[in-house]
């Protein structure tokens, strides 16, 4: 039996008119937005690009070199206080008590490194060998292999000057041999042999410049200034930290990225995770493509994948439509049905897509075999329903799906073999969407008799109903992490529910949803935003926090019945009683002037 959840209208009011940046491919035709085609539009994008790249260089030259030293040890200790601050304040006091005695300890090592440095600059520069002998068999020097050489080069050196070749010969074979491949230039070390031959230092083409001891020992000590830095730092317990420091290094952060990004929301932002960096999202402002081909109005969409490269469409004229989602062509109408397409589906990777129809059937077909040349056979036909099946949705595995319908039941379908594993029975009326959880153990489902219930895959048993809405419950959407319900009904009304709490949240009005359609929502960009039709012929996009409209795509010809977001795609599309598919993009030329809106916390 088919029950009708459209307006009365016919086809006939299906949008004719074509722009200038249209293309025809037979009796189908993609319309581009009116003011710029695609590739206008591809061009406007980059040129926001580099604007937004000058932008940033005005407000930010680039630096030759890093703006501080990781590896400074005044940062390092600078760092550590901070962790410190954020253990006390948070109540970590035991963690922090532990973290501070090991500081301590590595500043009392790092005073007696201090020490040895200062002596062994000052042993250098007077020439005073054998505490520089001493010095060298520390801790502090003793892996420097670098400035081990340098040293014994210039006791070598000084040796050769005095004429003392006995010493130096020893010298040479003990200490400078070993060392050999830290010479610098690399053939220093076979003109320090040759010196035992000479009269002079300078007698050798490396040392030719060597201007004396007292300005050579200078030298040394400036070539290995970095390990050699006698700079005062003070001790960690004397600094003064400023309060909540480290929260105050984040937040700014967030704000630069926030104010440097290409577009600024309306409302600020909410920072959500500090471990990775803020990315704007762009809300849809622009037509992008319209795709016509189908004769009657479109139920359902789907992105056909977690990659979204194609577009898959249920219609009342028993088809399913897939498109090309960058070129607009249509790839394939899957054909069969004997009734209007009610709901279409597709597994993570789209290698399957499934529609459910008012013939009582479900139809599964291969995603990866689609193309206009031949005749689409599907991989299965499941049946069971009594009367017209409304929703059908895969489960997170891959190897099932549920389905709802006009007889009121679910039933979860093991498609490698076809056979219904179990029926869900409990609602009072025609069940309109079915979803399972992110885990896959629960099946949320929406029902004519304006309730919601919550299912146990393995028992069968409703564990959950919701009841606040006043009217017929057409869609049912989670988050990616399953804790918030999206849902929408027929009392004019979206609602967003934690489920932990059980309870709605918040309510998402303004647009149409009273008749005898299917309205749905979903979530849009990071989840951020709540996208769904309207009776009026436009798409609504809702902050999900202040529930106010940030943005209307539209109007199209009739009610739009679905709209969906892509993440990979940075799409959104819709599909309503006008028979045509459109997706929405992003366009930088349309932004309103606005001064941004900073947010006042991370």
């Not at 009011?13 to 009116?34: A, C, F, N, Q």
């Not at 010493?167 to 076979?190: C, H, I, M």
């Not at 809300?283 to 016509?292: C, I, K, T």
């Amino acid at each position: 039996m088919d029950e009708e959840f459209e307006s009365g209208r016919g086809g006939s009011h299906l949008s004719k008119k074509t722009s200038e940046g249209s293309s025809l491919m037979g009796s189908r035709t993609i319309i581009y937005d009116d003011e710029h085609s695609f590739s206008n539009l591809e061009s406007i994008l980059k040129r926001e690009a580099l604007n937004v790249a000058l932008a940033k260089d005005a407000v930010l030259p680039k630096a030759l070199k890093p703006l501080f030293d990781p590896n400074d040890p005044k940062i390092k200790e600078d760092i550590i206080r901070i962790i410190i601050q954020y253990l006390q304040d948070e109540g970590y006091t035991s963690s922090s008590m532990i973290l501070q005695d090991e500081a301590n300890v590595k500043m009392k090592n790092m005073a007696l490194q201090k020490s040895q440095l200062r002596k062994m600059k000052k042993a250098i520069l007077e020439g005073d060998w054998i505490e520089v002998e001493k010095l060298c068999t520390k801790q502090t020097f003793r892996y420097q292999k670098s400035f081990l050489y340098g040293v014994y080069e210039q006791m070598y050196l000084e040796l050769i000057n005095g004429q003392e070749y006995q010493k130096a010969s020893s010298l040479l074979g003990k200490k400078l041999k070993p060392l050999e491949s830290y010479a610098f230039p690399s053939d220093g070390f076979k003109d320090l042999c040759y010196l035992l031959t000479c009269k002079s230092v300078n007698d050798a083409a490396t040392y030719q410049n060597w201007n004396g001891v007292s300005a050579t020992r200078e030298a040394l000590v400036d070539r290995f200034s970095n390990i050699l830095d006698l700079e005062s730092r003070e001790a960690m317990a004397h600094v003064n930290t400023p309060p909540k420091r480290l929260l105050d290094l984040i937040e700014q952060a967030f704000q630069f990225q926030v104010q440097n990004g290409t577009y600024h929301p309306k409302v600020p932002p909410k920072i959500g995770t500090v471990l990775e960096d803020y990315e704007c999202f762009v809300l849809p402002n622009a037509l992008r493509h319209s795709f016509r081909g189908h004769r009657g109005n479109i139920k359902s969409i789907a992105f056909c994948g977690e990659e979204g490269q194609l577009i898959v469409s249920g219609s009342s004229d028993n088809t399913v439509g897939v498109w090309d989602t960058e070129t607009g062509e249509n790839q394939a109408f899957l054909t069969g049905h004997t009734a209007r397409v009610w709901d279409v589906a597709t597994t993570r990777r789209g290698e399957l897509i499934a529609s459910c129809s008012g013939d009582g059937s479900v139809r599964l077909w291969k995603g990866s075999e689609l193309n206009l040349e031949s005749n689409q056979t599907p991989e299965a036909i499941l049946k069971g329903h009594e009367g017209d099946v409304y929703t059908v949705y895969f489960h997170p595995g891959g190897n099932h799906l549920v389905t709802g319908g006009y007889d009121k039941t679910l039933k979860l379908y093991d498609i490698r073999t076809g056979q219904i594993v179990r029926t869900f029975e409990g609602h009072n009326s025609s069940v309109s969407r079915a979803i399972f959880n992110p885990r896959g153990n629960l099946i949320i489902s929406g029902s004519k008799d304006s309730t919601i219930k919550c299912w146990d895959v393995l028992s069968g048993l409703c564990v959950k109903t919701f009841s606040s809405h006043l009217g017929e419950v057409t869609s049912v959407e989670l988050n990616s992490s399953g804790s918030m319900l999206l849902s929408s009904s027929k009392d004019n009304s979206n609602r967003l529910w934690d489920l932990a709490l059980g309870k709605p949240i918040r309510r998402y009005k303004e647009h149409q949803n009273t008749s005898k359609n299917f309205i749905r929502s979903s979530f849009g960009p990071r989840e951020s935003v709540i996208i769904g039709g309207s009776e009026d012929g436009f798409v609504y996009i809702w902050d999900r926090d202040t529930k106010s409209v940030v943005q209307k795509l539209g109007p199209c010809d009739g009610p739009v019945y679905n709209a969906q977001w892509s993440t990979k795609q940075s799409l959104l599309a819709s599909c309503g009683y006008d028979g045509v598919v459109r997706t929405w993009c992003f366009n930088p030329s349309q932004i309103e002037p606005s001064t941004p809106q900073m947010p006042n916390g991370s």
